[in-house]
């Protein structure tokens, strides 16, 4: 740069306005390990939640984790560095992989665990054994819940279903509560819609383009200028 641009002045941007102190303080370190002319960033955001390393024997048992740790903070109320409440939400998660293919890898176990997940724009469920439609099926036949019902009911059932833990094992957890995630999201989406309507979009996600609830998966250099509230790294020590 310096070679094609003469006589040029370097302006230090030295305020970061989204991170919080935590993630600014363990980049600043970071980068000051590897690039020793590396200048310090500050920010004069509020505290947020101290930075969780994690070690794992495989990637199956990080990717279980990703899975327990989702689904056990979906539904629950956060409060936001304004000082806001909200309900978390499938679409407020990232994993950030170092490769396409370790974010593939990602993304099949979440898809075959019943977790809906973004990547490139696309929504992905599975429908295997025990998972997402057949569950669905088998929950709408289990409490007599009519398709022609309003699908608020369905949600109702499921929110009770969820607060007296009543899976008959973990696996079933998983799909209650990403049912219960997604099914309140269309809910706010389709005010009006009968529980019909969502069977169809769980059969087909594509159909309804506007429904954007699911864990976005993403390459480090593809969620640059993005935000969100709950972050994971995979394979950081890589």
């Given at each position: 740069?310096?070679?094609?641009?003469?006589?040029?002045?370097?302006?230090?941007?030295?305020?970061?306005?989204?991170?919080?102190?935590?993630?600014?303080?363990?980049?600043?370190?970071?980068?000051?390990?590897?690039?020793?002319?590396?200048?310090?960033?500050?920010?004069?955001?509020?505290?947020?939640?101290?930075?969780q390393i994690h070690q794992f024997c495989n990637p199956r048992d990080e990717h279980d984790f990703f899975v327990k740790?989702?689904?056990?903070?979906?539904?629950?109320?956060?409060?936001?560095?304004?000082?806001?409440?909200?309900?978390?939400?499938?679409?407020?998660?990232?994993?950030?992989?170092?490769?396409?293919?370790?974010?593939?890898?990602?993304?099949?176990?979440?898809?075959?665990?019943?977790?809906?997940?973004?990547?490139?724009?696309?929504?992905?469920?599975?429908y295997g054994e025990n998972k997402v439609s057949r569950f669905l099926d088998s929950f709408l036949k289990n409490n007599g819940l009519?398709?022609?019902?309003?699908?608020?009911?369905?949600?109702?059932?499921?929110?009770?279903?969820?607060?007296?833990?009543?899976?008959?094992?973990?696996?079933?957890?998983?799909?209650?509560?990403?049912?219960?995630?997604?099914?309140?999201?269309?809910?706010?989406?389709?005010?009006?819609?009968?529980?019909?309507?969502?069977?169809?979009?769980?059969?087909?996600?594509?159909?309804?383009?506007?429904?954007?609830?699911?864990?976005?998966?993403?390459?480090?250099?593809?969620?640059?200028?993005?935000?969100?509230?709950?972050?994971?790294?995979?394979?950081?020590?890589?």
């Open positions: 740069f310096k070679k094609h641009y003469k006589n040029i002045k370097k302006v230090h941007l030295k305020f970061n306005y989204r991170s919080t102190p935590q993630i600014i303080s363990l980049a600043n370190r970071l980068l000051k390990k590897d690039d020793r002319s590396y200048e310090e960033v500050k920010t004069k955001n509020a505290d947020g939640e101290a930075i740790e989702i689904t056990a903070m979906i539904n629950q109320k956060f409060k936001k560095h304004n000082g806001k409440m909200f309900e978390a939400k499938l679409s407020d998660f990232v994993i950030l992989a170092r490769t396409n293919k370790i974010r593939i890898e990602i993304h099949r176990y979440l898809v075959g665990k019943g977790i809906p997940t973004r990547m490139k724009g696309f929504t992905a469920f599975k009519s398709k022609e019902l309003k699908l608020e009911y369905l949600v109702e059932k499921l929110g009770s279903s969820v607060r007296e833990e009543l899976w008959e094992n973990n696996e079933y957890e998983v799909v209650y509560r990403v049912l219960l995630n997604v099914s309140s999201d269309f809910l706010k989406k389709f005010p009006s819609a009968k529980i019909e309507k969502f069977v169809k979009y769980i059969e087909n996600p594509k159909s309804f383009p506007e429904i954007e609830d699911a864990v976005n998966i993403k390459t480090s250099h593809s969620v640059k200028g993005e935000q969100f509230p709950f972050v994971f790294i995979s394979t950081s020590h890589q």
